[in-house]
């Protein structure tokens, strides 16, 4: 699907609703695309995936109406550029501090003149979408998201959110904490603090608030809804379907006979 809907969604103040991308696999994400998500989030900074490891994931993902977003491990312009060749409709860049950092992943992110990215989208040809047609047009589809994990990217947020060509200011929860100095802990109320602003913050304006919720189900992302989010990973489905395996192991040990609790 070219163009992918996802800008028009965050243009319109849509819920984008996703969910991480466990294992490098079409098997698995093709299971996961059935969910009826919006976005596919596939990391490459906290995994052994590589960008060259999910192409084929991207492409399925495009095929499907489905938004493929790569994170990528750092605000490398190489690794941005080969993030969206390799078929991402949208690219996460972690650890973006300054007006001046995101500026630098915008200039990577878009053909001149408004960027520097270099003309090669490879994807188009496995996807079968003309190249001439996709490279005149994809700044106009293509999604950034920047990650603000830090005190200085949260003191910066204003300058951050006014740099023109970023999408999406995405909260990362657990390098916050560690930034604060609470690392390993959860639902520090000082970072639930800070990750409320940003919502209410940014709720209103061009920028999308974002952010993923491991924990707490239905409820805290309806919560985070209420503060003004409206981008979110939503787990992953080896999470989930652990949970569901082990509840019903738990209830066939203790009382083995009552398989109608069983999910």
Same mark, same amino acid.
């Given at each position: 699907m070219y163009p992918n809907p996802l800008k028009q969604k965050l243009q319109r103040g849509d819920l984008v609703l996703g969910t991480s991308l466990p294992a490098p696999s079409l098997l698995v994400a093709?299971?996961?695309?059935?969910? #009826?998500? #919006?976005? %596919? &989030?596939? $990391?490459?900074?906290h995994s052994e995936m590589t960008i060259e490891g999910v192409a084929d994931v991207?492409? %399925?993902?495009?095929?499907?109406?489905?938004?493929?977003?790569?994170?990528?491990a750092a605000n490398d312009p190489a690794m941005i550029m080969k993030a969206y060749d390799a078929g991402a409709v949208a690219v996460m860049v972690p650890h973006?501090?300054?007006?001046? $950092?995101?500026?630098?992943a915008v200039r990577s992110a878009r053909y001149p003149p408004d960027g520097r990215r270099g003309v090669s989208? &490879? &994807?188009?040809?496995?996807?079968?979408?003309?190249m001439g047609h996709v490279v005149k047009t994809a700044n106009q589809e293509t999604v950034?998201?920047?990650?603000?994990?830090?005190?200085e990217a949260y003191e910066n947020i204003d300058e951050i959110a006014q740099v023109e060509g970023i999408d999406v200011i995405f909260v990362g929860p657990t390098d916050l904490t560690a930034s604060l100095g609470f690392i390993g802990e959860r639902e520090v109320p000082q970072?639930?603090?800070?990750?409320? $602003?940003?919502?209410?913050? %940014?709720e209103g304006t061009p920028v999308i608030a974002g952010i993923a919720v491991g924990s707490g189900g239905v409820a805290a992302v309806q919560e985070k809804i209420r503060w003004g989010y409206r981008f979110f990973c939503m787990g992953s489905i080896l999470w989930y379907g652990l949970g569901i395996l082990k509840g019903n192991l738990d209830v066939l040990r203790s009382d083995p006979t009552s398989a109608s609790k069983v999910r």
């Open positions: 093709g299971a996961i695309i059935q969910s #009826d998500i #919006d976005m %596919l &989030w596939i $990391d490459t900074e991207a492409v %399925l993902a495009r095929l499907k109406g489905v938004a493929p977003l790569i994170r990528v973006v501090n300054t007006a001046d $950092d995101a500026a630098r989208p &490879w &994807w188009c040809f496995a996807a079968g979408e003309d950034l998201v920047v990650e603000l994990e830090s005190r970072v639930e603090a800070i990750i409320e $602003d940003v919502g209410r913050h %940014l």
